[in-house]
């Protein structure tokens, strides 16, 4: 099964909103990653949180990590119509080197 | 500076049929990855190589598909005899190790070859 679990599968809010997305992981990692995949295109690296930090900021993304709980969060804030896409939690286990990517999360901002 | 490369980007053949999909890497990076995605099963790794050696194939589906990297900058997911199943987009990414993080940074990915078997 896939290591992070994305919550919820969709959300839709207005543009000027912020949006919340929350990933949960089973066992012990290195780092936690945010992607984004707009539609018919690869996915792109948003923000890396490692596993001795516990938030990190880009812009207008905000990342949380609570390595007791297992969890991150990815918070958009000020939402645009671009931010229209599908976020994915990536994590890496310790010691290892492949990248378990979660089911996503459906994000549309409307305009 | 050119990203991930994969070639075609979209292939339609009938089943029974041999698929070649095609990468080129960033240059540099010595980790490449192969990936699969559908609606049911989300992003699947398939397989990944580190100084183009197959380190870990565990996600290939089947003997049905093979995976190759002759040199740094090239790497191929071949699959025979294809089947409707295996319809997916098809990703490959690349990344590099990361001396601090002691992993490999985050990848960069191609924009995928969506595959479709009748």
């Known amino acids: 099964s896939q290591q992070g679990e994305e919550d919820p599968q969709a959300l839709s809010i207005q543009e000027g909103e912020n949006a919340t997305m929350n990933c949960s992981y089973k066992?012990?990692?290195?780092?936690l990653q945010w992607y984004r995949q707009n539609s018919g295109r690869g996915l792109v690296h948003l923000i890396l949180?490692?596993?001795?930090?516990r938030e990190k900021h880009s812009g207008r993304l905000r990342v949380t990590l609570d390595t007791s709980k297992k969890s991150s969060s990815l918070l958009i804030t000020a939402s645009r119509a671009a931010d229209t896409a599908s976020y994915f939690c990536?994590?890496?286990?310790?010691?290892?080197?492949?990248?378990?990517f979660g089911a996503g999360t459906r994000l549309f901002v409307k305009a | 500076d050119a990203g991930v490369i994969q070639s075609p980007r979209h292939e339609v053949t009938e089943m029974g049929q041999e698929v070649t999909l095609r990468c080129k890497p960033i240059?540099?990076?010595?980790?490449l990855f192969w990936y699969r995605q559908t609606m049911m099963r989300g992003l699947e790794l398939l397989i990944y190589?580190?100084?183009?050696?197959?380190?870990?194939d565990s996600g290939m589906p089947e003997d049905r598909f093979s995976a190759k990297m002759p040199n740094a900058s090239f790497s191929t997911l071949k699959i025979q005899p294809s089947e409707p199943r295996d319809s997916a987009v098809y990703f490959c990414?690349?990344?590099?190790?990361?001396?601090?993080?002691?992993?490999?940074?985050?990848?960069?990915f191609g924009d995928g070859t969506r595959l479709s078997i009748l």
């Open positions: 990536a994590t890496v286990n310790t010691g290892g080197f492949k990248t378990i």
């Open positions: 990414a690349s990344s590099h190790r990361d001396s601090v993080l002691l992993s490999n940074q985050p990848q960069h």
């Open positions: 066992t012990s990692i290195n780092n």
């Open positions: 949180i490692r596993s001795n930090e």
């Open positions: 240059s540099g990076h010595d980790y």
């Open positions: 190589f580190n100084n183009n050696v197959p380190i870990d």
